[in-house]
């Protein structure tokens, strides 16, 4: 079946650390990955996509890069900050299908 | 709309009653997914729509569950005699779906917060 498994959290870093967020997919074919963020009284927005194998996704600092051979999709940010503190989701969708499956969400905290 | 649009935003009931939770989406999106997220979970497909039919319903937890579509716009997401155990926060997206799954991109709600006491 399709699934997606991200690293446990809480993950509470200092502010400027780096940031590693580890997520593993199952599906058959090819699918898109995803990485969606939900702020704290908000709802989840998507923060960065790739399509295919070898692709790197960026947006705000963050990149992830679509690893078909590891079956990966970890998030990284070089040096966060106090405004990353959120709660963070991998996705994907088969490539011929409609159905989005996300994994179980990591919470981020930076302190100053 | 420019967003989905969800309503209400808080809802406490009592045990056993019924609850209708609204979501209008961004107009034109064809595709509308309800996610439950309950505390400390991720999140829980529950019903996809295309237009206004419902191909995928695996996720409904219970026949106490409903959901409708009409004018392939809104929809609603029915819970009848509700429990405790329903308590969660749900979830309204829509897509502008495209044969290219990559261009798939949710556009989520706010969320509904539902409290049963």
């Known amino acids: 079946g399709n699934s997606v498994t991200q690293m446990e959290g809480p993950v509470t870093l200092s502010e400027e650390a780096f940031l590693t967020i580890n997520c593993t997919y199952t599906?058959?074919?090819?699918?898109?990955l995803f990485w969606y963020v939900q702020y704290p009284g908000e709802g989840l927005q998507l923060l960065l996509k790739a399509t295919k194998a070898d692709d790197k996704g960026s947006n705000k600092g963050f990149e992830a890069t679509y690893r078909k051979e590891t079956t990966s999709f970890h998030l990284e940010k070089g040096s966060v900050q106090v405004s990353d503190s959120a709660v963070y989701f991998c996705?994907?969708?088969?490539?011929?299908?409609?159905?989005?499956?996300f994994g179980t969400g990591t919470s981020l905290t930076v302190i100053p | 709309g420019a967003g989905v649009s969800q309503s209400p935003s808080n809802k406490v009931t009592e045990k056993g009653k019924d609850v209708e939770l609204r979501c209008d989406p961004i107009s034109g999106h064809t595709a509308l997914y309800w996610y439950r997220q309950s505390l400390g979970q991720g999140l829980e497909f529950l019903i996809y729509f295309q237009g206004n039919s419902a191909p995928d319903k695996s996720g409904l937890p219970s026949d106490r569950f409903s959901a409708e579509r009409t004018g392939g716009s809104v929809s609603t997401l029915t819970i009848q005699r509700t429990q405790q155990e329903d308590s969660a926060v749900y979830l309204c997206?829509?897509?502008?779906?495209?044969?290219?799954?990559?261009?798939?991109?949710?556009?989520f709600g706010a969320g509904s917060r539902l409290t049963v006491l």
């Open positions: 996705a994907l969708i088969k490539n011929t299908g409609n159905q989005f499956y």
């Open positions: 997206a829509s897509s502008l779906m495209n044969l290219y799954s990559g261009a798939n991109v949710l556009t």
């Open positions: 599906a058959t074919g090819y699918p898109s």
